[in-house]
């Protein structure tokens, strides 16, 4: 394993990790604050989230993807409810879940298309996303700390791309994360000041985006247009007049046809 990779769950077990839950467990129940009922599969490294929906009435599944950052885990989640699943094969049933979210997830892969594509498969009709991604301009992005640091960020434009290939589409969004990954944290109440000012003064530089997704019914299958293919056009040789001023010779033909008159 890379030196250099922060594993998700080693993260989580320290006290920046713990505190990086705090506060966007925060942000993650302002969009779902109720317990949403049915199936709920967390995509990517959740378990520090689920716990936010799992209840008598929400069955709620971990499926931690098969990279450095996101497949070492306690032998237990949370849950209890567990799996490792690669990208392009989720062993769930199509149209099976009514909620997905993805922490740790889009960054991370080298199949983003395949895993997107995965994921509304499992969607139902009605279904919504929750993802979690680093953001481009945040601070979270650049430091290789945490498993934010790690793979891909992504700029809002380039996240609402990536999902609108994959007919989903953005509904809602928000940043999070504005205290900064390194150096002394400050404690809850010291980064919870500075996650209330920068949502307000600087909403576009935290650390990570938050999004909420559904499925696009009316997305475009593809931007090709076929093409047009018509018939091919055969020009067959005209016969040449005379242009003699004799009404018999005006319309003869000059070469060809019949005997030449005679008087």
């Not at 530089?205 to 047009?228: F, M, Q, R, S």
Request: proline content about 8%; some cysteine.
């Amino acid at each position: 394993m890379q030196e250099n990779t922060r594993i998700a769950s080693q993260f989580y077990a320290s006290p920046r990790g713990r505190l990086a839950a705090t506060h966007l467990r925060r942000h993650l129940s302002s969009f779902w604050p109720d317990a949403p009922g049915g199936r709920v599969l967390g995509v990517g490294y959740t378990v520090p989230y689920l716990s936010l929906w799992d209840n008598d009435i929400t069955t709620c599944v971990s499926a931690r993807l098969d990279t450095l950052v996101t497949r070492p885990a306690p032998a237990e989640g949370p849950t209890g409810r567990e799996c490792v699943v690669a990208e392009g094969r989720f062993p769930f049933d199509d149209l099976f879940f009514d909620r997905v979210v993805m922490v740790h997830a889009l960054e991370v892969t080298d199949a983003r298309n395949v895993l997107l594509r995965q994921v509304w498969k499992v969607m139902k009709d009605d279904a919504r996303l929750l993802l979690v991604v680093p953001n481009r301009s945040g601070m979270w992005a650049h430091a290789d700390t945490s498993p934010f640091g790690q793979g891909t960020p992504f700029s809002h434009r380039q996240i609402t791309r990536a999902l609108a290939t994959a007919c989903l589409r953005v509904e809602r969004h928000e940043n999070a994360l504005y205290f900064p990954p390194v150096g002394p944290t400050g404690g809850r109440r010291w980064s919870g000041m500075l996650e209330r000012a920068g949502t307000r003064v600087l909403p576009y530089l935290g650390g990570v985006c938050v999004i909420e997704a559904v499925k696009d019914a009316y997305a475009p299958v593809g931007n090709a247009t076929a093409p047009i293919r018509m018939p091919a056009l055969r020009l067959r040789r005209a016969d040449a007049f005379s242009r003699s001023s004799t009404g018999a010779g005006k319309n003869a033909p000059r070469h060809g046809g019949g005997p030449a008159l005679r008087s």
